[in-house]
């Protein structure tokens, strides 16, 4: 079952608009991470939470965590055609004596039009 | 520094066929995983390992063998290639993952298996 789900599944939006992802998550956790995949590449690492965190900023992006409701949101301001991609919210999980699987969510397929 | 190296970036086989899927990297990593993604959906756990000479298995381990002899490589292979095991396969490192250390992914290689 995966830990990460997102939300939606899909968005479109004009260059400038601000988009929003959630994503929630079903095990107590110690971080959740984003990460972003372009068409046809692998995934590259965005930005980090840690549960005792409840908001992070790494330039246009703005991260949020509720632990009490398991939820996390990635708002990208100001967004660019560049920032077309998809967006995926993973989670450490603890498996044969430490942190040894990342679950990922299905992902949030972004696309921003000139 | 080269980062995570996957080759080969696309392959096709026949069922029933074998074939390794190679995976280095130069970052003196301990953590070491395989991922496949299909469709729709995330990232799935494949095999990981914790250091040279430890293996476990993730969520979708039957079908595929690895191991690590050393720190840097950590092949994927495929024993008797079946059409289930069409996907795009990722491997990723990184420092220790449970304690929010950046994980680095491989470009992907693209398994056809007809």
């Known amino acids: 079952s995966q830990q990460g789900e997102e939300d939606p599944q899909a968005l479109s939006i004009q260059e400038g608009e601000n988009a929003t992802m959630n994503c929630s998550y079903k095990?107590?956790?110690?971080?959740l991470q984003w990460y972003r995949q372009n068409s046809g590449r692998g995934l590259v690492h965005l930005i980090l939470i840690r549960s005792n965190e409840r908001e992070k900023h790494s330039g246009r992006l703005r991260v949020t965590l509720d632990t009490s409701k398991k939820s996390s949101s990635l708002l990208i301001t100001a967004s660019r055609a560049a920032d077309t991609a998809s967006y995926f919210c993973?989670?450490?999980?603890?498996?044969?004596?430490?942190?040894?699987?990342?679950?990922f969510g299905a992902g949030t397929r972004l696309a921003v039009h000139p | 520094n080269a980062g995570v190296t996957q080759t080969p970036k696309f392959q096709v086989l026949k069922t029933g066929q074998s074939m390794t899927l190679q995976c280095a990297q130069d970052m003196n990593h301990e953590y070491m995983s395989w991922y496949r993604q299909d469709p729709g959906m995330g990232l799935r756990l494949i095999h990981y390992?914790?250091?040279?000479?430890?293996?476990d298995q993730g969520e979708v381990p039957n079908g595929y063998n690895v191991s690590r002899s050393t720190t840097e490589d950590f092949p994927l292979r495929l024993l008797s290639a079946a059409p289930s095991q069409t996907s795009v396969y990722f491997c990723a490192s990184s420092l220790a993952l449970g304690l929010g250390n950046t994980i680095y992914f491989g470009e992907g290689s693209w398994l056809t298996v007809v």
């Open positions: 390992s914790v250091g040279a000479g430890i293996t």
């Open positions: 095990t107590s956790i110690n971080n």
């Open positions: 993973a989670t450490p999980t603890y498996i044969s004596g430490g942190y040894n699987k990342l679950i």
